[in-house]
């Protein structure tokens, strides 16, 4: 690992351990969080998280785009090709809103609207980290994209066992309750190494752009535990019973 690098590790410890510790986000990584809550966070999570994936695709492509044009042509290939690996995800999320809602249906007896969720606006979070990333690669340095990916992305290697483990415990055999959050578990591994392979490489070649990095990197963990830290109060939300009218 080169030293640069290692810095930006240094840099982004506190962040990741803010995350970690966000007092809305971690009860949902405690092994005893009650089913019913995680449950409907998953639902808040799913509905409005394609509104984070989305354009996830374009993201990368357009960042890879950029820096073409920047004369960065090796990367702007790299990033390009692992653009399509992200095509359609959030298609995926909208498949784990109707199973949940069918399954909370036959779990609960009670109907959910989550045709109603995934046709919502998106949360005011999720726009945050769209324009983070529209700001970047349209930017001076459009492969500040390589900090936003490798920070999410290595989200589904650290914190994803720990959700998956509280799925299986809370859906059972229902596998298609999380198929999203399944498959990047499985897939983020290597994410991760890429996208830390190419931002080694950038900060070596330009040592100057650590700050840059570091500051994008915190910003794109920033957002994305806002946007969990939401989803959960909706969850909350929506569990508190409805006022008996006077």
Request: aromatic residues 8%.
């Given at each position: 690992?080169?030293?640069?690098?290692?810095?930006?590790?240094?840099?982004?410890?506190?962040?990741?351990?803010?995350?970690r510790t966000d007092p809305v986000v971690f009860p949902l990584f405690a092994p005893d969080v009650d089913d019913r809550l995680f449950a409907r966070w998953m639902l808040r999570w799913s509905a409005h998280g394609?509104?984070?994936?989305?354009?996830?695709?374009?993201?990368?492509?357009?960042?890879?785009?950029?820096?073409?044009?920047?004369?960065?042509d090796k990367l702007a290939k790299a990033l390009k090709a692992h653009s399509r690996a992200e095509a359609g995800h959030d298609t995926m999320m909208v498949d784990d809103v109707i199973a949940i809602s069918d399954w909370w249906l036959r779990t609960y007896g009670e109907p959910v609207d989550g045709e109603g969720l995934l046709a919502a606006p998106a949360l005011?979070?999720?726009?945050?980290?769209?324009?983070l990333h529209e700001q970047v690669i349209t930017g001076p340095t459009p492969f500040a994209q390589l900090a936003i990916e490798y920070e999410i992305e290595r989200l589904s290697v650290t914190i994803g066992p720990d959700l998956m483990t509280t799925c299986e415990r809370v859906f059972g055999a229902n596998t298609s309750c999380y198929s999203f959050l399944a498959e990047h578990v499985e897939l983020d591994a290597g994410h991760t190494a890429f996208?830390?392979?190419?931002?080694?490489?950038?900060?070596?070649?330009?040592?100057?752009?650590?700050?840059?990095?570091?500051?994008?990197?915190r910003a794109a963990l920033a957002s994305y535990a806002?946007?969990?830290?939401?989803?959960?109060?909706?969850?909350?939300g929506d569990l508190e019973p409805e006022p008996v009218p006077a």
């Open positions: 690992m080169s030293s640069k690098l290692n810095e930006y590790e240094a840099a982004l410890q506190e962040s990741r351990e803010q995350f394609i509104h984070m994936t989305h354009d996830v695709e374009r993201w990368i492509a357009g960042a890879g785009e950029a820096c073409g044009n920047l004369g960065m005011a979070s999720a726009g945050f980290y769209a324009r996208n830390q392979r190419q931002l080694g490489g950038i900060l070596d070649e330009r040592p100057e752009e650590l700050t840059t990095m570091v500051e994008t990197g806002a946007f969990m830290a939401e989803c959960a109060q909706l969850a909350k």
